[in-house]
Nanobody
């Protein structure tokens, strides 16, 4: 069983930056592929970024590529999402997901981008 807790969300102006954290407990996250998803009001949840178990492979949605960076720190059992050049359209609840045959989700953290 894996518990995931996201943090780092908040209110930021367009062009600003935030770093989201997803801390795992109950198991080591290094055994899981990790992803960040987001869900804006009235929209479906969408995949934002993913990272392999070793951290050697990453992928991004076209809408965030070049602005967001996913990474993982094994020593802290944490996965990060560094977000830069934020846009109003990035406003959403951001969730992390761990996957290895079964999946686990965090409770989400709100990111609001507005001037």
């Amino acid at each position: 069983q894996v518990q995931l807790v996201e943090s780092g969300g908040g209110l930021v102006q367009p062009g600003g930056s935030l770093r989201l954290s997803c801390v795992g407990s109950g198991s080591t996250l290094s055994a899981y592929a990790m992803c960040w998803y987001r869900q804006a009001p009235g929209k479906e949840r969408e995949l934002v970024a993913s990272i392999t178990t070793t951290g050697g492979g990453t992928s991004y949605a076209d809408t965030v590529r070049g602005r967001f960076t996913i990474s993982r720190d094994k020593s802290k059992n944490t996965v990060y999402l560094q977000m830069s050049s934020l846009k109003v359209g990035d406003t959403a609840v951001y969730y992390c997901r761990a996957f290895r045959m079964v999946e686990y989700w965090g409770q989400g953290t709100q990111v609001t981008v507005r001037s």
